[in-house]
């Protein structure tokens, strides 16, 4: 197994793929794994769907019925796995909806990088009608289910990629409410 921090760290997103991609069984795996994430309350608040061959070009037709095109979109073919990414609400008087989505976004992330780990180009996409009732119907959603979007999962060729990750500037991200400091002051006025 990769050094954990080493993996996060030089994590990269591909936007080119190969024909390559995970079969079912090695998918099951990776989702046993990062289904693991923090989840209050034990929600399970997602799902997740795979989506190879035929079903891309049904996503295609999809997203130009969406956008009112004539002509199919080819933008689901540039990998030949995408994983949609679907939060499914639980009724909690607990637990509110953004918390559930942060766990179903957790798993996304998870999945990423484990998919990484083993070796697949992955990209998180989105797009503009992501959550159109068209593309909702194409994935045979529920009523309250909804996307966060898409894996897109292929091969990598073994190649490294050419961009470096940008270095994250810990000390702007990270900060610290002083010990010794007031910080009830103007509780009053909230
Ligand atoms: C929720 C979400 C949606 C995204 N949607 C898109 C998208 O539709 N198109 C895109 O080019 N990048 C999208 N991105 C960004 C890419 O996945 C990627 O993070 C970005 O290109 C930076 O590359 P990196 O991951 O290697 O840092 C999205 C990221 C997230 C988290």
Same mark, same amino acid.
């Given at each position: ?21 995970p079969s079912h069984d090695e998918l099951l795996r990776l989702v /046993?794994?990062?289904? =693991?994430? &923090?989840?209050?309350?034990?929600? &399970?608040? !997602? %799902?997740l769907?795979e989506? %190879?061959?035929? /079903? %891309?070009?049904? *996503? #295609? ?5 969406? &956008? #009112? ?12 796995l *995408?994983i @949609? ?12 909806? !953004?918390?559930? +989505?942060?766990? @179903?976004?957790?798993? @996304?992330? $998870? *999945?990423?990088?484990?998919l990484?780990?083993? #070796?697949?180009?992955? $990209? !998180? ?13 194409? =994935?045979? *959603?529920?009523? =309250? +289910?909804?996307?966060?979007? !898409? ?8 190649? =490294?990629?050419?961009?470096?990750? @940008? ?11 002083? +010990? #010794? ?6 509780? +009053?006025?909230?």
């Amino acid at each position: 197994m990769s050094n954990l921090i080493d993996l996060v760290t030089a994590r990269r997103s591909r936007s080119k793929v190969t024909d390559a991609s995970p079969s079912h069984d090695e998918l099951l795996r990776l989702v /046993a794994a990062a289904g =693991h994430v &923090a989840d209050h309350s034990g929600l &399970a608040p !997602w %799902r997740l769907v795979e989506l %190879r061959g035929n /079903a %891309r070009v049904d *996503l #295609g037709h999809a997203l130009a019925a969406a &956008a #009112g095109d004539d002509k199919p979109s080819s933008k689901p073919l540039r990998a030949p796995l *995408l994983i @949609a990414l679907v939060v499914v609400p639980q009724q909690s008087a607990k637990v509110p909806v !953004w918390e559930q +989505e942060a766990t @179903a976004s957790g798993v @996304a992330h $998870m *999945l990423s990088l484990l998919l990484t780990d083993a #070796g697949w180009g992955v $990209m !998180w996409r989105t797009g503009s009608h992501v959550r159109s009732p068209e593309v909702h119907h194409m =994935h045979r *959603l529920e009523q =309250h +289910e909804y996307l966060l979007g !898409w894996l897109y999962v292929g091969g990598t060729d073994g190649a =490294h990629t050419t961009r470096p990750a @940008a270095p994250v500037d810990a000390d702007h991200f990270l900060t610290s409410l002083a +010990e #010794g400091q007031d910080n009830t002051e103007g509780n +009053e006025r909230i």
